[in-house]
């Protein structure tokens, strides 16, 4: 069932009550699709994808061409083997899409935003979307807030769909009207990005999920869902620091309960979420986030039930896209194949 905004003030609940409204009337009540999920978890890890079959029976819970990966998780192999390298084993691996994170290649050599929209097209990869900062205090910084047009102009030329920052909403502070103010600046990049044909969205951390300091009773990213114009601005679910947002702070200020399952954010609005990062974690309580990032297929974050449950959803499973990451891996391509082999094993339970 849609979530009850734990807030009182009464505008802020009313937009956030009528968008939850829209968003179960867009898919399905989240909580028969919550139901309809399975809570296990698929074990281990399949082979390489195309050399052996997966892992279990049923429909894949991974919608055909919608895995992709996020390129910070690739970083050093970015820099020293360059873009096309690592596409060819992106591609080997039965990876479908790449997300950038920077358009250079560092000892690899200079290229052009053509030449890197070419080399990714002809290793058969889709560049779905790219992550650029929100805000500087240099003014001539490549940043939403500072230089607009030519973040717009090289995510055209890149032919991307989406366009977005990991930047929280910040700039203004943590209070309720500081992130209002974010928001209207959200809905002018995603206007703008909305008459070349691309959705600006936003990409969470855990802080997030905190609460405002002027206002302890109200979550800021229930602030950024209701100030935000759903037709403009979107979001990029990472899972893994919506999972460690729930740990952190699931109780306000005060010490009362406040808690709130990321899964039922995305049913209550899933038109809202074309994007996710899939990186994963085991439990660990002792840790400040409750989790250690740890490759994906091996932690604690049930994969099976989340895209199935997001799968359930009125088209989800061809408006949603799926990017493995991890912020540090020990090592990157090895991450790749494992991320890959694990998604792909995943089978839907009741199929």
Not at 19 to 43: D, F, K, P, Q, W
Not at 58 to 82: A, E, F, N, W
Not at 130 to 147: E, I, K, L, R
Not at 174 to 186: I, L, N, P
Request: proline share 6%; aromatic share 10%.
């Amino acid at each position: 069932m849609p979530r009850t905004p734990r807030t009182t003030d009464p505008e802020l609940a009313r937009k956030l009550s009528r968008r939850n409204m829209l968003g179960v009337a867009a898919g399905a009540t989240a909580a028969a699709l919550l139901g309809g999920a399975t809570t296990a978890s698929a074990a281990g890890t399949a082979p390489l994808p195309g050399t052996a079959p997966a892992a279990g029976r049923g429909r894949p819970v991974l919608p055909p061409g919608r895995l992709g990966i996020q390129l910070y998780s690739l970083r050093d192999k970015v820099s020293t083997l360059g873009f096309a390298r690592v596409f060819e084993e992106l591609r080997r691996f039965g990876y479908d899409e790449v997300e950038y994170a920077g358009y250079s290649q560092g000892s690899a050599g200079p290229l052009t935003l053509a030449q890197l929209r070419r080399l990714t097209r002809d290793h058969g990869l889709r560049a779905i979307g790219s992550h650029v900062g929100y805000y500087s205090d240099d003014p001539g910084a490549y940043t939403f807030a500072q230089n607009l047009t030519k973040v717009l102009d090289d995510a055209q030329a890149l032919g991307l769909k989406h366009i977005g920052t990991a930047s929280g909403p910040w700039r203004y502070g943590a209070t309720v009207d500081g992130w209002k103010r974010c928001a209207e600046e959200f809905n002018h990049y995603g206007a703008e990005a909305r008459k070349r044909g691309m959705k600006f969205y936003q990409h969470n951390h855990a802080e997030e999920f905190s609460f405002a300091t002027d206002r302890p009773d109200v979550r800021l990213y229930d602030v950024l869902l209701a100030e935000t114009d759903p037709d403009l601005v979107y979001l990029e679910m990472d899972v893994y620091w919506a999972y460690a947002g729930r740990f952190r702070f699931g109780r306000r200020p005060d010490g009362t309960p406040a808690p709130f399952d990321p899964l039922a954010y995305v049913l209550e609005q899933p038109d809202r979420y074309p994007l996710f990062h899939v990186k994963d974690g085991e439990r660990d309580d002792t840790a400040r986030d409750g989790y250690r990032m740890v490759d994906v297929g091996d932690g604690d974050i049930d994969y099976q039930r989340f895209i199935s449950a997001v799968g359930r959803t009125h088209g989800g499973r061809r408006d949603h896209h799926w990017q493995a990451e991890h912020d540090n891996p020990a090592e990157s391509l090895t991450f790749a194949l494992k991320a890959a082999s694990h998604l792909h094993s995943l089978r839907e339970k009741d199929c």
